[in-house]
């Protein structure tokens, strides 16, 4: 099993900026992804940004430019920097591990952007 606690949601005015951090114990895999996924009310949880243990990564198209995904493989930490934060990045945001193992969940942190 894996555990994933997330930090570093909150409010934010529009143009700001957040940082997530989530860090994963437990049965850690050397070959894994991690990612940060969000869910708006009323809408399906979607992939906002995701990499992989050698650093390959991947982003939505409404958060390139604005969105930076990172890990630190020692700490098996992930971290998402958020600038430029709009109204519509409001959502639960989830951190997620993947491997062989299984798909593994945070329990979510909330972003609000608004002023």
């Known amino acids: 099993q894996v555990q994933l606690v997330e930090s570093g949601g909150g409010l934010v005015q529009p143009g700001g900026s957040l940082r997530l951090s989530c860090a994963a114990s437990?049965?850690?895999?050397?070959?894994?992804?991690m990612g940060w996924y969000r869910q708006a009310p009323g809408k399906q949880r979607e992939l906002v940004a995701r990499i992989t243990n050698v650093g390959g990564t991947n982003y939505a198209d409404s958060v390139k430019g604005r969105f930076t995904i990172s890990r630190d493989n020692a700490k098996n930490t992930v971290y998402l920097q958020m600038n430029s934060l709009k109204p519509e990045d409001t959502a639960v945001y989830y951190c997620n591990h993947a491997s062989r193992l299984g798909n593994y969940w945070g329990q979510g942190t909330q972003v609000t952007v608004s002023s």
């Open positions: 437990g049965r850690i895999l050397s070959i894994n992804a």
